[in-house]
């Protein structure tokens, strides 16, 4: 199995290096980031790389480690490169607190813009009891080794590594039944499937959780829909720290009406528990 | 039928009296409103009446009129009573507008505590075309006059009315595979599905969708748990305008861990047409 072939660490990995930030002096709360050019789809940088920025600017401002509920407004496009990310601290509790974040970067006239917008509750995820009472079922995803990689098949392989350096990033392997759309085919049912893991072999952690709901191509290709899909909201719950190994991903549109689709996610870890989940409102701009 | 009983309009009701906020004169986006007593679950005051309350004070900050997604982190419990809404319009596009809100009272020692923070997408759901591609279902709930209201019989009709002022201002009739708990027999599925209606026989827009995502039972009684289950975080996604009558509601949980769950509630109207989804993290407090 290719996966494990690699050895990045949580905390030394690409994912680490590309989500770091450093708060300013003298300005409690405020950091500053470096986005990369390597999470972009196309020339748009990737959501759910954004949250894991975002998400780790306020795990440094918050008193708990983990994001329990994140929800993220995407006002304008993000670009590689400088940014800068305002905190607050919304309330401190015992259990929770609450936070809210806006990442800015400065456009071509120097003016600073507001790329994104993310309120959110962390909480201790180690600190709750283990029990599980779940009737949710892990997606039928088929093994690792029978899923399509971006190195795959010619005609598969291509389409889904298109243009986008976030495939570099990514050990995404597509069930091949929602991999149809990128030979012409799409099911035309709104899922898509796979396994999620990282490149460079880092291991899962709360923060790349983030990442993982909005990391797969749209559901929208599944439904035949080759068009941009802009996220306006999406809201991703974490609910346990995730074992070793590669993710499972199922993500789901059932209702596409009016311009507007909503995509459910699930994450389940390699030890079968149900790790996160995650909903976003999107436009489908047809093209 | 019942309901039809009652003749109240949009705009002329219950719900759009107790709803109501005030701009006050000189400072932009700031509403006061009056939290009223007859929206509440023993003492506290329902969430779902309050993202109606916060709802309609961003329709007014916001140059779009519907709310397409609305995020609220509750943070201390609101009470009847004063209250201070201050709006921030963080974005207004063409087609979708960004807002931002908090609920203020002022306590005992007469310090102003923020109740809850709301982020929002408003858009215009008239102006979106007609277009619908679903594969969701409708929930199977049994008719009407089959389901269960707070006037229903001895025992049950008693449990579900408890000491919940919002009953009055419901119409609300339990689907009897989830009402079991009323007479100590739940199912043990974590469901909670019924039809919703206003008892005042106003129908249902845009704005009180966000009351009926929160306004059933919490489905931790179809679990067997009797305790408290306070939201922290509830996203509500508003996807087409209601038609008259009735709405059918319909709310799974399916993964209660480490003291969390999520309920997930999509709602249909008469004309079969699912026009909100939600999910919310809420926390089990077992009793």
Redesign the interface.
Known sequence: MAYAAAQATIGDSEFDRDTAVVPRPGEPGVYDADLSAGWTIIQAVNGGYLLGVIGRALQQALPHPDP??V?A?Y??ASQPGPATIRTET??AGR??S?G?ASLFQTDAEGREV?RM?V?A?YGD?DA?????????AVPPIPPYEECFGADAAPAGGGAIAGSTAIIQRLDLRLDPATAGWAVGAPSG??DMRGWLGLADGRDHDPLSLLLTVDALPPTAFD?GIKGWVPT??L?V?I??RPAPGPLRVAITT???????L?EDAQVWDSED??VA?S?Q?A?ALLS
Do not use: I, W
Request: proline share 2%; glycine share 6%.
């Open positions: 329990f509920t929800t407004h006002l304008t919304v309330r259990t929770l609450t809210q507001e917008r309120m509750a995820l709750l009891p283990d029990d599980v009472r779940t009737t949710a049912k709104g439904l306006v909201e809201t719950h609910r346990c059932r209702n596409l009406a009016g311009g507007f909503e528990r149900l989940q909903r409102l436009r």
